[in-house]
C-alpha cells in the first residue's frame, strides 16, 4: 500500500487533492474485493455439484459467443489457462469426435432463448479426450433481455465408461470416483434407503444409520408423499427405470430443498435396485441468483457512459480547447464531441469553478499529474459534478508540455462530495 500512496502522491498537486484520490482509489479496491469474495464464495458453492463453469456473450453466428469467465474448476479440466480462453469461442474444445447433432441441438435451444442439457466428446489443451457434459441457462438483464450464457459443465468420461460395466456387489459407490462427486442414494423396491453417499447425507442432514432405518419418502415434504409412495405399492420398473421427478425434500433441521430426481434401475445380487441422482434445485436458483447479479455488476462496471476522455491545448490566445473528446461526452453533457471541440473550455465549466479549473490545468503543464474536481454544465443549462484526472502530454523529447490528457467521470463518492 506505501507504493500506491507514493503513486498517488506523484498524481497529486497537494494534501487535500492526495487524499480524494486515496479515497477513489480506496472504494475501488473496496469494490474489487467485494466482488472477488463474491466470485470466491459462488466457485465453493458449484465446485461440489459441478467441475467447472464459464460465461459467454450471446451471439451464436460465427464467429460465435466468446467466453469472458472460466473458473478454476475449468482450468483443471481443459487443461487452459483463464488467459487463454477469454476472448476465445468454446470451439476451441471441439475436435473429430464431437457430435455434430449435439451442437446442431445446442444451437437450436439457444438462439429459442432456452437452457441446454447435454453431452458429446470435447478435447482439452494436450489432445486428450473427454466426455463433457453442459447445463446451459441464460443470463437476463433487469430488462429480461438475454445477455449472457452460463455454462455449468461435468467430465463424466469415468461415468460412462462405468455404465459399461457390471455394478459391484457391494454398492459401495463412495468409492467410485466419479460416483461420489453426483448426490446419490439406492433404494429397494420397498422404498428402503440401502445406500447414501456422503454427498446425499450433507445434503439432507441425517447419517448413514439413520437413513438406513427410514424409507424414502419419510424425507419428502408433505405434498409428494402419497403419490411418491404409491410407486413403491406396486413397483413397477417403467416407473423408475431412466425416469426424472420434481420433488422437494425436507433436510434434518426443517428446510426445503428442491430437487430433480433422475432414477435407473440395476441388478445387484438377484435384487433391484433404483439408483437415483440428484440435482439440487434449491442451490442451482442460488447460483442463478448470484450470477444475475454479478452479471448486473459487470455491467456496472464496464459502464462509461458516465465518464468521458479528452486532450486540451490552448489556442493563440492561451485558451484552453479541447482538441479531442470521446464520444460518450455527449453522454455525459447532451453536448456532441464535434460541438465541444468548437467550445473554450470556460464555456461549459461553472463560473464559480473557473479559477481553480484554470490552476488545475496550469499544475498540469507544468509537468505534474493532478486531480481536480468542479461542475460542467450540461445541454439543458444544468451543472454535472465530476472529477478530472489529468496528466502532461509531453513532447517527443519530454522537454516541453504540449497538451493535456484526461479522464473525467460523474462516479463522485459521498467522502469526495463532502
Known amino acids: 500500500m506505501d507504493n500506491i500512496d507514493d503513486i498517488l502522491k506523484k498524481c497529486s498537486k497537494d494534501e487535500e487533492s492526495f487524499k480524494k484520490l486515496k479515497t477513489v482509489f480506496g472504494n475501488l479496491k473496496a469494490e474489487a474485493d467485494q466482488k472477488a469474495m463474491h466470485l470466491d464464495l ?134 467410485l470416483a466419479e460416483e461420489s462427486k453426483k448426490t446419490l442414494i439406492d433404494v429397494d423396491e420397498q422404498g428402503n434407503i440401502v445406500t447414501s453417499n456422503k454427498a446425499f447425507r450433507d445434503l439432507i442432514g441425517y447419517d448413514d444409520e439413520e437413513l438406513k432405518r427410514t424409507k424414502v419418502w419419510d424425507l419428502l415434504s408433505d405434498e409428494y408423499v402419497e403419490s411418491f409412495r404409491h410407486k413403491f405399492d406396486t413397483f413397477k420398473p417403467s416407473d423408475f427405470d431412466n425416469r426424472s421427478f420434481e420433488l422437494v425434500f425436507i433436510n434434518k433441521k426443517g428446510a426445503e430443498i428442491e430437487v430433480k430426481a433422475n432414477a435407473r434401475l440395476l441388478q445387484a445380487s438377484g435384487q433391484t435396485i433404483a439408483r437415483i441422482a440428484f440435482e439440487n434445485k434449491s442451490l442451482q436458483k442460488r447460483i442463478m441468483a448470484m450470477l444475475s447479479k454479478r452479471n448486473a455488476e459487470f455491467e456496472r462496471a464496464f459502464d462509461r457512459s458516465r465518464e468521458f476522455n479528452y486532450k486540451i491545448k490552448t489556442d493563440q490566445s492561451g485558451v484552453y480547447r479541447f482538441e479531442y473528446v470521446s464520444e460518450t461526452f455527449s453522454k455525459v453533457t447532451g453536448i456532441t464531441a464535434d460541438e465541444a471541440v468548437t467550445m473554450s473550455i470556460e464555456d461549459f465549466v461553472h463560473e464559480d469553478d473557473r479559477k481553480k479549473v484554470t490552476e488545475h490545468f496550469e499544475t498540469v503543464m507544468e509537468g505534474k499529474p493532478n486531480t481536480e474536481q468542479f461542475r460542467i454544465q450540461s445541454r439543458d443549462g444544468g451543472y454535472v459534478e465530476v472529477i478530472d484526472y489529468a496528466k502532461p502530454d509531453w513532447d517527443a523529447d519530454r522537454s516541453n508540455v504540449v497538451a493535456i490528457k484526461g479522464a473525467v467521470s460523474t462516479e463522485i463518492s459521498s467522502e469526495q462530495k463532502a
Request: hydrophobic content about 30%; charged content about 30%; cysteine-free.
Open 42 to 175: 459462488l466457485e465453493r458453492a458449484i465446485k461440489s455439484d459441478y467441475d467447472s463453469i464459464i460465461i459467454t456473450t450471446l451471439d451464436l453466428e460465427k464467429p460465435g459467443p466468446v467466453i469472458v469467465y472460466a473458473n478454476d474448476g475449468f482450468t483443471r479440466m481443459t487443461g487452459y489457462s483463464r488467459e487463454e480462453v477469454i476472448g476465445k469461442s468454446p470451439r476451441i474444445l471441439q475436435g473429430p469426435k464431437t457430435d455434430r447433432a449435439v451442437l446442431d441441438k445446442l444451437r437450436e435451444r439457444l438462439r429459442e432463448g432456452q437452457s441446454f442439457f447435454g453431452h458429446t466428446v470435447n478435447y482439452r489443451k494436450d489432445g486428450t479426450e473427454f466426455i463433457n457434459q453442459w447445463d446451459i441457462h441464460p443470463l437476463t438483464n433487469e430488462k429480461g433481455e438475454i445477455t449472457h450464457w452460463v455454462s455449468y459443465q461435468h467430465d463424466i468420461t469415468e461415468r460412462k465408461r462405468s455404465e459399461q460395466m457390471v455394478v459391484d456387489s457391494s454398492m459401495e459407490f463412495d468409492e
